[in-house]
C-alpha cells in the first residue's frame, strides 16, 4: 500500500512523529469533528483529530473506513 496517502499521526507509546497509521477507521465526534484511530502495525494503537477535508480525502483513497 501507498504509505504516502496514509493517515499520519504520533504515537504515544514510542513517542514517534508521523506514523502511518494501518487500518484507520474514521469517526464523526459528538461537535462534528473527524477523528481517526488505528494502530501503527507493531500492536500500538493511534489516534489522530481530522479536517473534514483530510477525513473525506483518506475515505476517497480507500486508506480508510467509515464509521459514521
Same mark, same amino acid.
Given at each position: =500500500?501507498?504509505?504516502?496517502k =496514509?493517515? #499520519?499521526?504520533y504515537? !504515544?507509546?514510542t513517542?514517534?512523529?508521523?506514523?502511518?497509521m494501518?487500518?484507520?477507521?474514521?469517526?464523526?465526534?459528538?461537535? *462534528? *469533528?473527524? =477523528?481517526a484511530?488505528g494502530?501503527? *502495525?507493531?500492536g500500538?494503537? =493511534?489516534?489522530?483529530? !481530522?479536517?473534514?477535508? #483530510?477525513a473525506m480525502?483518506a !475515505?476517497k483513497d480507500?486508506?480508510? #473506513?467509515?464509521?459514521?
Amino acid at each position: =500500500m501507498d504509505t504516502s496517502k =496514509m493517515i #499520519k499521526a504520533y504515537c !504515544l507509546k514510542t513517542k514517534e512523529k508521523n506514523v502511518p497509521m494501518q487500518d484507520a477507521v474514521i469517526t464523526k465526534t459528538s461537535r *462534528g *469533528g473527524y =477523528m481517526a484511530s488505528g494502530h501503527d *502495525g507493531k500492536g500500538n494503537k =493511534m489516534a489522530a483529530i !481530522l479536517s473534514e477535508a #483530510k477525513a473525506m480525502q483518506a !475515505l476517497k483513497d480507500g486508506v480508510a #473506513k467509515k464509521d459514521f
